[in-house]
């Protein structure tokens, strides 16, 4: 498929079949991530790969929705801040980074027929417990990963007219 349709089969998935992932389909996922660029070319993130058979509950505290527990794996996107690139006035880029490398994941698992939902309203105490995260590792964002129980919901988009500038602000 071409990045056009890619883009437009991405959606929020929010029902999921307990169907494993093959571990070359997981891989080819994880390569995506690799590749992402990241500021300098720094990579400072780490991707944790969490098998949800009998973590439920557990993982259920880092975000407390049945459907995050219901595919076969739970992918954790992570920084490690003191490894990031940083701006002349201190804006450090390690979430950009991470936000990067998250949605080169999420697009490879479209290409790949699995379903993802960018979490970001998670625990971040309970991510740091339940993942045992050690210091300067810092949990940026979570997705279930297996093969979607549901169908693409229509979806609203603003304009482009609504979302894009040119040259100046006004």
């Not at 883009?7 to 996922?29: G, H, M, Q, T, W």
């Not at 505290?61 to 739970?74: D, G, K, T």
């Not at 201190?90 to 991470?98: L, P, T």
């Not at 979490?119 to 810092?138: C, H, I, K, M, W």
Request: charged share 30%; proline share 7%; hydrophobic share 45%.
């Amino acid at each position: 498929m071409d990045f056009a349709e890619l883009i437009r089969r991405r959606y929020s998935v929010r029902a999921y079949k307990r169907d494993p992932v093959p571990e070359a389909v997981l891989a080819r996922v994880l390569e995506a991530a690799r590749l992402a660029p990241t500021a300098a070319n720094r990579q400072p993130f780490r991707v944790l790969v969490i098998r949800t058979e009998g973590r439920q509950e557990e993982l259920g505290r880092v975000y407390q929705r049945s459907w995050f527990v219901e595919a076969p794996l739970v992918l954790a996107v992570c920084s490690l801040p003191a490894e990031a690139w940083v701006r002349r006035d201190g804006k450090s880029y390690g979430d950009v980074d991470a936000a990067i490398v998250m949605d080169h994941l999420v697009l490879a698992a479209t290409s790949e027929g699995l379903g993802t939902c960018w979490v970001g309203a998670f625990d971040p105490a309970a991510a740091r417990e339940v993942l045992a995260l050690p210091a300067g590792v810092e949990p940026i964002a979570f997705t279930p990963l297996g093969y979607p129980a549901d169908q693409m919901p229509e979806r609203k988009r603003k304009t482009l007219a609504e979302l894009v500038r040119r040259e100046r602000w006004a």
